[in-house]
């Protein structure tokens, strides 16, 4: 298999296991949280920030980890990755992340094909994934630039606290809003809700690289 097949089936692998977890800690969560909606939720964030760590530390060297579009097109606009392997990494991160949908429920003895229908609309709901995704791309940004060995836990522990300081416990990456459209568990979000949600991220995402171009110049290493 050649270099570009290889980057693509990591982001498939990668986002497989991020979706497997992100739902499927959800479920695990709420059947033994006794309906404390803040200790599933502090339980999902733990499993999902403990499980980006390790899937970062494992395919970053082979893809970059992206596991999120939004991520993805960042890098291709500045150069990090060839617009070529654009539409294989965002077909995989999608694929991926329905995968591990499925997989999730499967291994949790869910209906397999569901659709959500928990209500994330409202302004502050989107202002939430632009705030989660901006923050998220200034991490990612500054850490690959200057201190790159740290990108895998300081995303790790990002997204771990996004989870609470952010009305919408933070989704920040299309393919996993796409993907949890498509759960009727603790971590769906309507369909119809989706396209506010990957709006504002994109917007966020889009912000925080112009942002960091200025703030942390891709020829500023240490």
């Known amino acids: 298999m050649t270099t570009s097949g290889r980057k693509v089936v990591a982001e498939f692998i990668g986002t497989v296991f991020l979706l497997a977890v992100v739902v499927g800690s959800g479920i695990m969560a709420e059947r033994l ?103 998220l791309l200034m991490v990612i940004w500054a850490c690959s630039r200057r201190r790159a060995g740290s990108v895998a836990l300081a995303v790790a522990g990002y997204i771990t606290a996004a989870y609470w300081f952010t009305a919408s416990t933070s989704f920040a990456n299309p393919a996993v809003t796409i993907a949890r459209s498509l759960t009727e568990t603790f971590s769906g979000i309507r369909p119809s809700d989706v396209p506010g949600f990957i709006s504002a991220q994109l917007l966020g995402a889009a912000a925080a690289t112009w942002l960091c171009r200025w703030l942390v110049p891709p020829d500023q290493t240490t």
Request: glycine share 14%.
């Open 33 to 135: 949280s006794g309906g404390n909606a803040g200790l599933a939720l502090l339980a999902s964030a733990v499993a999902t920030g403990a499980a980006l760590a390790a899937l970062i530390a494992a395919f970053a060297p082979i893809s970059g980890a992206h596991f999120n579009p939004a991520v993805t097109i960042s890098d291709a606009s500045q150069g990090g990755l060839r617009w070529g392997l654009v539409p294989g990494y965002l077909a995989a991160q999608l694929a991926g992340a329905y995968v591990g949908v499925l997989m999730a429920h499967a291994m949790f003895a869910e209906r397999i094909f569901m659709v959500s229908t928990r209500d994330r609309s409202g302004g502050s709901q989107m202002f939430s994934e632009f705030v989660a995704t901006f923050g």
